[in-house]
């Protein structure tokens, strides 16, 4: 193609902002021309992206959550689908949402318009029987973990692995006093950070708990301090939870955004399950992850979890190498109780760091380029 395409793309919450931001950057290395549009936040929009939703509209997760929101967001589907027909791009990028994405890329493409999609949807996790669904709905999908062109393309879809973006970004030897003098934290010292999610519902669920961990905490580790990332519109209510949880406001650093950071200047996280504890793991710091979910739609996704692992860390290094306490597990007592076993045994944080490096390397490719290639023939083809 000589001339700039057109591409259309959708990405919710903050993880999928910054993949297609990172994607869209490597596409407009190609194109620097291209006009892109759809449903994007800030990231995208850095890189030239015109939206026609903010990206937070699809920030809900969990199926009860999601009935809360249904009318809403089939009517954006609807209105972005039909005006994607009535002029069609070049391609649509489905960038992860594929609750959101998978619907409206099968009833494009049924109408002659080009599909990509970008990061598999987790069918090696959980909800196997989506396979078909992808293969009819998706032209090409872009994959960021190394296993999952082979299990696409064993089911007819053609897949590309591109690396994870996120280990381009973020360096394989992280400079923990740099961040620390960025984030005005002293050099010395342990420092936990707390990340209690990207949306206001794990926010609501997870902060209180996460707050009355770090002051159970800070009970025995008393030179402990702690530093929260905040989404800017969610900072008011994380300085609620910390408030009401009793903890001492002179050992809390809340900072708007700056998440890697974050993650570079701290020793040890708790963390919400999700994009964020990948994130944590290629700045090679451990962790603790949680979680909570409305009861039904926890009964729900047990039924259809496939592996006994939640975090993406655990996940990809296929054993329980940092802890998760989910659900009724996710007790402050708990919480703290793990982070404290963290804290002691220095040698166990050494190993797991020395892990997260290797997956570090695993991940890492020149993700621009071969997502940019892939792009290419799925338009020439």
């Known amino acids: 193609m000589d001339g700039a395409p057109r591409f259309a793309l959708v990405a919710g919450e903050a993880s999928g902002d910054l993949l297609a931001g990172l994607l869209l950057g490597g596409l407009r290395g190609r194109w620097p021309g291209l006009q892109s549009a759809g449903i994007g936040g800030p990231r995208m929009q850095a890189q030239g992206f015109q939206p026609w939703w903010p990206h937070e509209k699809l920030a809900v997760s969990g199926y009860v959550e999601v009935l809360r929101h249904y009318r809403e967001l089939v009517g954006i589907r609807r209105q972005l689908r039909d005006r994607l027909l009535a002029d069609p791009p070049d391609l649509f990028i489905g960038v992860d949402a594929p609750d959101f994405n998978l619907d409206l890329?099968?009833?494009?493409?049924?109408?002659?318009?080009r599909t990509a999609h970008f990061v598999c949807p987790s069918i090696w996790a959980w909800r196997p029987e989506r396979i078909e669904k992808i293969r009819r709905a998706c032209g090409h999908v872009l994959c960021i973990f190394p296993f999952e062109p082979d299990l696409?393309?064993?089911?007819?879809?053609?897949?590309?692995?591109?690396?994870h973006p996120l280990a381009n970004v973020i360096p394989a030897e992280p400079d923990q006093a740099a961040a620390r003098a960025s984030l005005g934290l002293a050099r010395d010292g342990e420092v936990v950070a707390i990340l209690p999610g990207s949306r206001a519902a794990e926010v609501q669920r997870l902060a209180g708990i996460f707050f009355e961990a770090a002051v159970l905490l800070r009970r025995q580790r008393p030179g402990v301090r702690f530093i929260v990332p905040a989404i800017p519109r969610l900072r008011a209510r994380i300085e609620a939870a910390a408030a009401y949880a009793g903890l001492d406001p002179d050992v809390l650093t809340i900072v708007d955004g700056r998440s890697h950071d974050v993650l570079a200047a701290c020793d040890l996280t708790l963390i919400a399950s999700g994009t964020a504890t990948l994130e944590?793991?290629?700045?090679?710091?451990?962790?603790?992850?949680?979680y909570r979910v409305n009861a039904i739609t926890h009964a729900l996704?047990?039924?259809?979890?496939?592996?006994?692992?939640?975090?993406?860390?655990?996940?990809?290094?296929?054993?329980f190498v940092v802890p998760e306490l989910l659900q009724h597990d996710a007790t402050p007592q708990a919480l703290a109780r793990a982070l404290l076993d963290w804290l002691e045994a220095p040698g166990r944080m050494a190993a797991v760091r020395t892990r997260f490096r290797a997956l570090h390397g695993e991940l890492r490719r020149d993700t621009a380029t071969l997502a940019t290639h892939a792009i290419e023939e799925v338009i020439q083809s």
Not at 105 to 113: A, W
Not at 280 to 290: D, E, H, K, N, T
């Open 105 to 113: 890329e099968l009833q494009l493409r049924d109408r002659g318009v």
């Open 280 to 290: 944590a793991a290629l700045y090679q710091r451990p962790m603790v992850i949680s």
């Open 301 to 319: 996704m047990r039924r259809k979890q496939l592996q006994p692992w939640v975090g993406l860390p655990n996940i990809l290094c296929g054993e």
């Open 152 to 163: 696409l393309r064993s089911h007819g879809v053609p897949a590309t692995y591109v690396g």
